[in-house]
């Protein structure tokens, strides 16, 4: 019987080391150590076993509706909060501008001013006065001589048309990348550059960094600008070509196969002239604008950067193909 109620004594401490139990192993752990604590006969010989037992029932309190509303509760936290380690994609915000903004008042009347400035400054300038005797009365008459008016007129309006075409035309391109580039390449295109080259400045970078990513974000930012310009450009002196096919002058109608030829090569070097201003005028406006951004408020410096660079732009690369013309020559 002493060997009997040591094995009840293990088992019993067996099973008082599991944390939770099912209601069935409970009530045998309760008649197992009920067993064990029954007097024995021997019971003097190994002393009094009086072994402290208690019991969890945590496991019988919880049913299955309670483990199946806890799944679902933390299925809707991870379903509609994220975690905060997952990144987040970046949202482009591109907004274009209206299609005709090119006819709006502000804008029309800028471009009127500036192409009236244009070709009606030249007549104010003051004609130097002849010191030959002999070119008096010429000269008198010549004063007598009202300047024409409506020539300079016609550029304008030319000016003007040209000017609207070219806007025009950029916000067709505009649009036409948001719809077959990507959405983060259509943003670069169409970003705000000033308000772009006031970020970086506050980013804290070294100015040579600082010059190369402004002058990157203008490249870009003044592309659709150049493109727009190119295209109305190459569309003129085509429209040029085929009017003089279609209607040559009389006396040029007995040389019309020469004048063909001649006029497709006159085509092709005016698409390579044009082509060739308007990458300097891009390029030098990009290199103007990084490098006066640093000299001035960023985004003013920016904008009288690529106004300047696209001015000098064309002109720079006139002067350097005429002189290398005269060194062939």
């Not at 471009?111 to 300038?125: K, Q």
């Not at 070097?269 to 308007?278: E, F, L, P, Q």
């Not at 951004?293 to 690369?317: E, H, K, N």
Request: charge should be positive; proline fraction near 6%.
């Amino acid at each position: 019987m002493a060997g009997i109620a040591i094995v009840l004594d293990l088992l019993k401490k067996s099973h008082n080391k599991h944390t939770f139990h099912s209601p069935s192993s409970l009530s045998s752990a309760a008649a197992l150590s009920a067993f064990a604590t029954a007097p024995f006969a021997s019971r003097f010989l190994f002393g009094s076993f009086e072994p402290r037992v208690a019991y969890c029932d945590a496991a019988a309190a919880i049913d299955d509706d309670y483990l199946a509303a806890i799944r679902k509760m933390s299925a809707d936290a991870l379903q509609f909060e994220p975690p905060t380690y997952i990144p987040s994609s970046k949202v482009y915000n591109i907004q274009p501008k209206p299609l005709f903004s090119a006819f709006e008042f502000r804008a029309l009347a800028m471009t009127t001013v500036r192409s009236l400035l244009m070709f009606y400054l030249p007549l104010l300038e003051p004609k130097p006065a002849s010191e030959d005797d002999d070119d008096f009365l010429n000269n008198a008459a010549e004063e007598r001589r009202r300047p024409d008016l409506i020539v300079p007129l016609k550029k304008s309006v030319k000016q003007i048309a040209r000017e609207t075409t070219v806007m025009t035309t950029r916000r067709v391109l505009e649009r036409l990348a948001i719809s077959y580039v990507s959405q983060r390449m259509a943003w670069k295109l169409l970003k705000d550059v000033p308000q772009s080259t006031l970020r970086k400045a506050g980013r804290g970078w070294p100015t040579h960094l600082y010059i190369y990513k402004v002058s990157q974000t203008t490249l870009r930012g003044h592309f659709l600008g150049i493109a727009a310009s190119w295209t109305v450009q190459v569309g003129i002196e085509i429209y040029r070509c085929v009017v003089r096919y279609v209607k040559p002058k009389p006396e040029e109608e007995e040389e019309e196969q020469v004048e063909i030829a001649e006029q497709a090569k006159d085509l092709g070097n005016k698409v390579v002239g044009i082509t060739v201003r308007c990458g300097a005028s891009l390029v030098f406006a990009a290199i103007g604008a990084g490098i006066c951004s640093c000299l001035m408020r960023p985004s003013t410096g920016q904008w009288i950067g690529c106004t300047l660079g696209d001015l000098a732009g064309p002109m720079v690369v006139s002067i350097c193909l005429q002189k290398t013309l005269q060194a062939d020559g």
